[in-house]
């Protein structure tokens, strides 16, 4: 990823030499426009001008004087023979001067009514040839010998002649490309001070972020409290998606600590009975030998379990395979027969079908004579346990229902958490039991669940959604 | 000695309570925290032994309980041992505390301790005049002569000695040494100062006709 930093930079910059450039060729049409029009409008004011000065029947002589006045020293004008001078084609006198050089620029030319050319100002002949002849009259742009010029050409019906005035094309690119320019060069020399302006402004914007980052960063690892630091809209979602994440890593910790807090009691309440229990019977109590080797019994199955937990953690996925759950169900049921009859407990089972499902056998072994050793064990003696596979739409179900004291409502979604026990039962268990359960269930994609059913006992549902009866 | 046991695991409790009464304690244990505050109420109780991982309330509840209502010692027993949470159970009042796994003679010497301690004395013999009791070693002297004394004699001894001149009522003391609702015989209180008598000194327990029995100072402190 690129720094935002980088590219507002770069592409604001872009984005101002591009309004330069804009900016400078709007200029210079506006400019070309508005000056032609002042130009046109100064051609017409002096047409006017001179119109109001010819005389209504012109003699050789105002041709003649009017040659002589347009004499600009290194060009003169012409005189043509329609004039009535025939002697001289040119006129200069002594004492013709440029009054500005720029004057070249501008020039006038005289027409009779036939078209024939009368007097015709500077640059606007040669010696072999003269600017075409007007036709109508108007603005208008005329090439001559490689030039440009704009010109306005009229006819004075009072003294029944062409005139044509006109200025050549370059002076007012000239002009026009001055004011373009002299708009371009202050914005050329402020560029470098628009730029320094724009780092700062974007290091400025940018800055929360860095503040934000730098709060992050300079956190305590044992601080979990939210972020407080003010942030500008924009970083709203990150600020609360940050706290968001610092409120679920906080609550893993604390199960985390609340795990080990609970296993240290699991491992150490056995550990401190078999101690006090071995005491006694050192004092002479003749039945504490038992108790302590109950003590014994505990914690190797809290032990064991826990190395299960550990195991099933480590989300291994070896000997994956598509096995029958209908095999396997007999042989669990088989193993935990002994322990029913001890107790005058009733174990049944209920016609159970072939359903086939991706699984580790040992795993699913694991978990369902978890689901059974915790049915016979909250069953009181003489109790009963059912067990039940069936399908429906819903997918296939594995059914474990016994007839002992079930878990009081509020406690059922709490069950499942690691050393969670239903609080008022005498039997001990470690309580980890059904977090292995839940642990293997959702491995083997299975769903576990618990209800209590309306007559008394808990029922327990193992449910595939998506697996399929052979 | 009447100790309140708090202790939810049946098996751990179970053989605490051997232990304590091995050592002359009357024992009552709860597995629950609401009950044994119920009997707190009721019964005089010389020092409690309390559980924090209760199952129907935290045990640092039922300590700041106990210490709204009196100066009970109590000893907390517990898994956790985080130090965060030693402090929170030394803050929330206990007298002590020992971590499971423990040493019975340990749990045992620290609660001598922290009886002793709410009686304020720093020793752990009583030297009443001619009369010196060692709660440790349940060695009991009268003018420098060692006596044998029954777990029960020294356990009333004990008790009278606690309050020297108080008189403590016939149901107090019946209920300090055996615990409540134990089957006694009727007479057997008398039977215990009957031979107290006999092997200290006839004046040493007075009786006080139809409420109970003290620990008469004159007769211990002059011979």
Same mark, same amino acid.
């Given at each position: 990823?690129?720094?935002?930093?980088?590219?507002?930079?770069?592409?604001?910059?872009?984005?101002?030499?591009?309004i &330069?450039?804009?900016?400078?060729?709007?200029?210079?049409?506006?400019?070309?426009?508005?000056?032609?029009?002042?130009?046109?409008?100064?051609?017409?004011l002096?047409?006017?001008?001179i119109?109001?000065?010819?005389p209504?029947?012109? &003699?050789?002589?105002?041709?003649r004087?009017?040659?002589?006045?347009?004499?600009?020293?290194d060009a003169?004008?012409r005189?043509?023979p329609a004039?009535g001078i025939?002697?001289?084609?040119?006129?200069?006198l002594?004492?013709?001067?440029?009054?500005?050089?720029e004057?070249?620029?501008?020039?006038?030319?005289?027409?009779?009514?036939?078209?024939?050319?009368?007097?015709?100002?500077?640059?606007?002949?040669?010696?072999?040839?003269?600017?075409?002849?007007?036709?109508?009259?108007?603005?208008?742009?005329?090439?001559?010998?490689?030039?440009?010029?704009?010109?306005?050409?009229?006819?004075?019906?009072?003294?029944?002649?062409?005139?044509r005035?006109?200025?050549?094309?370059?002076?007012?690119?000239?002009?026009?490309?001055?004011?373009?320019?002299?708009?371009?060069?202050?914005?050329?020399?402020?560029?470098?001070?628009?730029?320094?302006m724009?780092?700062?402004?974007?290091?400025?914007?940018?800055?929360?972020?860095?503040?934000?980052?730098?709060?992050?960063?300079?956190?305590?690892?044992?601080?979990?409290?939210?972020?407080?630091?003010?942030?500008?809209?924009?970083?709203?979602?990150?600020?609360?998606?940050?706290?968001?994440?610092?409120?679920?890593?906080?609550?893993?910790?604390?199960?985390?600590?609340?795990?080990?807090?609970?296993a240290?009691?699991?491992?150490?309440?056995?550990?401190?009975?078999?101690?006090?229990?071995?005491?006694?019977?050192?004092?002479?109590?003749?039945?504490?030998?038992?108790?302590?080797?109950?003590?014994?019994?505990?914690l190797?199955?809290v032990?064991?379990?826990?190395?299960?937990?550990a195991?099933?953690?480590?989300?291994q996925?070896?000997?994956?395979?598509?096995?029958?759950?209908?095999?396997?169900?007999f042989?669990?049921?088989?193993?935990?027969w002994?322990?029913?009859?001890?107790?005058?407990?009733?174990?049944?089972?209920?016609?159970?079908?072939?359903?086939?499902?991706?699984g580790?056998?040992?795993?699913?072994g694991?978990?369902?004579?978890?689901?059974?050793?915790?049915?016979?064990?909250?069953?009181?003696?003489g109790?009963r346990?059912?067990?039940?596979?069936?399908?429906?739409?819903?997918? &296939?179900?594995?059914t474990i229902q016994?007839?002992?004291?079930?878990?009081?409502?509020?406690?059922?979604?709490?069950?499942?958490?690691?050393?969670?026990?239903?609080s008022d039962?005498?039997?001990?268990?470690?309580?980890?039991?059904?977090?292995?359960?839940?642990?293997?269930?959702?491995?083997?994609?299975?769903?576990?669940?618990?209800?209590?059913?309306?007559?008394?006992?808990?029922?327990?549902?193992?449910t595939?959604?998506?697996?399929?009866m052979? | 000695?009447?100790?309140?046991?708090?202790?939810?695991?049946?098996?751990l %409790?179970d053989?605490?309570k051997?232990?304590?009464?091995?050592?002359?304690?009357?024992?009552?244990?709860?597995?629950?925290? %609401?009950?044994?505050?119920?009997?707190?109420?009721?019964?005089p109780?010389?020092?409690?032994?309390?559980?924090? %991982?209760?199952?129907?309330?935290?045990?640092?509840d039922?300590?700041?309980?106990?210490?709204?209502?009196?100066s009970?010692?109590?000893l907390?027993?517990?898994?956790?041992?985080?130090?965060?949470?030693?402090?929170?159970?030394?803050?929330a009042?206990?007298?002590?505390?020992?971590?499971?796994?423990?040493?019975l003679?340990?749990?045992?010497?620290?609660?001598?301790?922290?009886?002793?301690?709410?009686?304020?004395?720093?020793?752990?013999?009583? +030297?009443?005049?001619?009369?010196?009791?060692?709660?440790?070693?349940?060695?009991?002297t009268?003018?420098g002569?060692?006596?044998?004394?029954?777990?029960?004699?020294?356990?009333?001894?004990?008790?009278?000695? +606690?309050?020297?001149?108080q008189v403590?009522?016939?149901?107090?003391?019946?209920?300090?040494?055996?615990?409540?609702?134990?089957?006694?015989?009727?007479?057997?209180?008398?039977? +215990?100062?009957? +031979?107290?008598?006999?092997?200290?000194?006839?004046?040493?327990?007075?009786?006080?006709?139809?409420?109970?029995?003290?620990?008469n100072?004159?007769?211990?402190?002059?011979?």
């Amino acid at each position: 990823m690129n720094s935002i930093r980088r590219y507002l930079f770069r592409t604001l910059a872009l984005s101002l030499a591009l309004i &330069t450039v804009l900016s400078v060729t709007a200029t210079y049409l506006i400019t070309n426009h508005e000056l032609e029009e002042i130009l046109d409008a100064q051609l017409s004011l002096t047409a006017r001008e001179i119109m109001s000065f010819l005389p209504d029947q012109p &003699t050789p002589l105002d041709y003649r004087r009017l040659a002589e006045r347009l004499d600009q020293g290194d060009a003169s004008a012409r005189l043509y023979p329609a004039s009535g001078i025939t002697s001289q084609t040119s006129v200069h006198l002594p004492s013709a001067r440029l009054y500005h050089h720029e004057e070249r620029k501008l020039t006038i030319g005289l027409w009779d009514n036939q078209a024939r050319p009368l007097v015709v100002g500077p640059r606007w002949h040669s010696s072999d040839e003269s600017i075409a002849a007007p036709q109508s009259e108007g603005f208008s742009w005329i090439e001559y010998q490689g030039k440009r010029w704009r010109s306005l050409t009229v006819f004075d019906a009072q003294s029944d002649l062409w005139l044509r005035l006109g200025i050549e094309y370059h002076f007012l690119e000239e002009i026009v490309e001055r004011v373009a320019l002299n708009h371009l060069w202050p914005m050329l020399l402020l560029l470098p001070l628009a730029l320094a302006m724009m780092l700062y402004l974007i290091r400025r914007g940018l800055d929360p972020i860095h503040q934000l980052s730098r709060q992050v960063h300079d956190r305590n690892a044992d601080d979990l409290s939210r972020i407080t630091l003010p942030v500008p809209q924009e970083l709203h979602d990150l600020r609360s998606a940050l706290n968001e994440f610092i409120v679920r890593l906080d609550k893993t910790l604390e199960r985390e600590r609340r795990f080990t807090a609970d296993a240290a009691h699991e491992l150490r309440t056995p550990l401190a009975a078999m101690k006090i229990h071995l005491d006694n019977a050192e004092a002479g109590e003749r039945d504490a030998l038992p108790k302590a080797q109950r003590g014994i019994a505990r914690l190797q199955r809290v032990v064991d379990q826990l190395l299960t937990l550990a195991r099933v953690d480590r989300k291994q996925f070896a000997d994956w395979q598509h096995l029958d759950l209908r095999p396997l169900l007999f042989e669990l049921v088989a193993e935990s027969w002994p322990l029913a009859e001890a107790r005058q407990q009733q174990l049944h089972m209920h016609d159970i079908p072939s359903v086939y499902i991706d699984g580790n056998a040992v795993e699913l072994g694991i978990l369902i004579r978890n689901l059974l050793d915790n049915a016979l064990r909250y069953t009181p003696d003489g109790g009963r346990i059912d067990v039940a596979l069936h399908q429906d739409n819903s997918g &296939t179900t594995l059914t474990i229902q016994d007839s002992g004291p079930g878990i009081p409502e509020d406690q059922l979604t709490t069950v499942t958490e690691r050393f969670r026990r239903a609080s008022d039962q005498s039997t001990t268990g470690s309580g980890l039991g059904l977090s292995i359960a839940m642990a293997l269930a959702a491995r083997h994609g299975a769903i576990l669940s618990l209800t209590n059913a309306e007559r008394g006992g808990l029922i327990v549902r193992l449910t595939w959604p998506s697996a399929q009866m052979s | 000695m009447r100790a309140l046991l708090v202790e939810d695991d049946p098996l751990l %409790g179970d053989g605490l309570k051997t232990a304590l009464e091995r050592e002359g304690y009357a024992v009552d244990w709860f597995q629950q925290g %609401g009950n044994a505050l119920e009997a707190l109420k009721r019964e005089p109780f010389s020092v409690m032994v309390l559980d924090l %991982g209760l199952p129907d309330m935290d045990g640092l509840d039922v300590l700041s309980e106990v210490r709204r209502s009196g100066s009970l010692p109590v000893l907390i027993l517990t898994a956790r041992d985080a130090i965060d949470q030693r402090i929170r159970g030394l803050d929330a009042g206990a007298d002590d505390y020992v971590l499971k796994p423990f040493e019975l003679q340990e749990l045992l010497a620290r609660l001598r301790v922290i009886r002793r301690r709410a009686a304020g004395r720093a020793s752990q013999t009583i +030297h009443l005049g001619r009369l010196s009791i060692d709660e440790a070693s349940h060695q009991v002297t009268w003018q420098g002569q060692a006596v044998e004394l029954s777990r029960r004699e020294f356990a009333l001894l004990a008790e009278l000695a +606690h309050q020297p001149g108080q008189v403590l009522s016939r149901p107090r003391l019946e209920s300090l040494l055996y615990g409540w609702g134990a089957e006694l015989e009727s007479n057997a209180l008398e039977v +215990h100062v009957h +031979h107290l008598r006999k092997k200290l000194d006839r004046s040493l327990i007075t009786t006080v006709r139809g409420i109970g029995y003290r620990l008469n100072i004159e007769a211990v402190e002059t011979p």
